[in-house]
């Protein structure tokens, strides 16, 4: 099968190319990789096509190169040329994308990330003219404000997203069941994230000692995350913790104002690389998602971290905020409120319950492993397309019978 895999896909040549000043699309690049190696490993032919937008600010034109990222495997990747410019730049990649497709063919399918209006529009385009299925990967609610500007447009164009989808889509890859539902294609499955391997390769070793609990939290650095709430919580903790902080944001200087102040051991390391996030949750014994619930996502879906603390092998304490698969709830520690008191009473909950959090730990990893690995999402997404290319055919065969 020749997949036709486009999305927005930033790896490390086209960021030092374009000179960011960092990688946004950390997340969504991680998902990209985890879904190309699992559908390689079952012997599809990947092409990834990104329009590798970028918004630095510098009006610059970058240009397009063709190349392999290692975190891609054997996949083909071409980098579309992009302007440097806020807002128009997603003009620009529209029109290029569109003038790429119409040079390229044979291909058996073309998988979408996302229901971007300005990469929908040509992508569906593409899949009429070549007669091929289109799948999308919902990511994104198309209708969600959080973090949008320019509301009203921004909804229209959600709106006739969702409306393209629903006409030209034969399958849909989406991260909760909600999503799911909007786009009404029963050719669907439910992948709410990919766990990378070096995850569920840590080797967990009893590491709580002497009635101390170590506590990670990886994650964006923005209050609305929650990592203020963890440092004053643990600091209303009647035994002695310790607590790393990974990640980035607008909220950085001020989380470790917070933690330099705090007197329990409260170390913020910023941004990491993959080998030293996964050395310390390797080295915690409870993974902490301080989501606040006022946040505008709250209740779509559960954050993708949590499903990566569970395939570390943690144990999560995590506000109520989304819905958890079936099969990962017993390994969560829930609490009710967005106050450090409820976090502290919270972690105090955990701790005294380790025993059986740890045990509900190692079998909701295994779950993890068999349902968001790259294998076990290459091959939901293998099921996906070959559902949508046979009905294709049958659709093809139909109407020349009826002519």
């Known amino acids: 099968m020749r997949i036709l895999y486009i999305n927005n896909y930033q790896g490390r040549q086209v960021v030092a190319q374009r000179a960011h000043r960092r990688n946004r699309t950390l997340g969504p690049n991680r998902k990209v990789e985890l879904f190309t190696r699992g559908l390689l490993d079952r012997g599809c032919h990947v092409h990834v096509l990104s329009a590798a937008t970028v918004a630095e600010g510098t009006l610059r034109w970058h240009s397009g190169f063709e190349t392999q990222e290692v975190e891609c495997g054997r996949a083909a990747v071409t980098y579309l040329p992009a302007l440097d410019m806020p807002r128009a730049n997603l003009l620009v990649a529209s029109g290029l994308l569109d003038r790429f497709l119409r040079r390229v063919h044979g291909y058996d399918i073309v998988f979408l990330y996302n229901l971007e209006w300005y990469f929908l529009r040509p992508t569906v385009e593409f899949a009429r003219r070549e007669g091929i299925p289109l799948v999308v990967e919902y990511e994104d609610d198309a209708l969600s404000l959080v973090g949008a500007r320019l509301a009203r447009w921004h909804l229209a164009r959600g709106r006739r ?26 050719n669907s499955v439910v992948i709410p994230g990919l766990v990378g391997d070096d995850l569920l390769g840590i080797h967990r ?13 990886a994650g964006g650095i923005a209050m609305e995350k929650g990592p203020d709430i963890l440092v004053k919580a643990v600091d209303r903790l009647p035994f002695p913790v ?39 949750l390797a080295r915690a014994d409870v993974a902490v998602n301080a989501q606040r619930m006022t946040d505008g996502m709250v209740g779509q879906i559960f954050p993708f971290k ?6 570390a092998g ?7 905020v989304g819905e958890m698969p079936f099969g990962l709830r017993d390994t969560l520690v829930m609490y009710e409120e967005d106050t450090p008191e409820g976090l502290a009473e919270a972690i105090v909950r955990a701790r005294n319950d380790m025993g059986r959090l740890r045990l509900a730990a190692v079998r909701a990893r295994a779950l993890v492993g068999a349902e968001y690995s790259s294998t076990g999402a290459g091959a939901k997404c293998d099921r996906v397309f070959r559902l949508a290319i046979d009905r294709g055919r049958s659709s093809a065969i139909q ?5």
Do not use: C, F, M
């Open 242 to 280: 310790t607590v790393d902080i990974v990640g980035t944001g607008k909220d950085l200087v001020a989380v470790r104002d917070l933690a330099r102040r705090a007197r329990a051991r409260v170390t913020v390391h910023g941004e990491v690389d993959r080998n030293e996030l996964v050395r310390l």
């Open 399 to 403: 109407a020349e019978a009826e002519s």
């Open 161 to 186: 997203a969702i409306d393209l989808a629903q006409r030209s889509a034969s399958g849909v890859v989406a991260v909760s069941p909600e999503l799911a539902r909007q786009l009404g294609n029963e």
């Open 205 to 217: 070793l009893d590491t709580q000692q002497s009635g101390s609990l170590a506590l990670v939290y």
């Open 306 to 311: 949590v499903l990566e603390y569970i395939g």
């Open 314 to 320: 943690l144990p999560v304490i995590t506000s109520r």
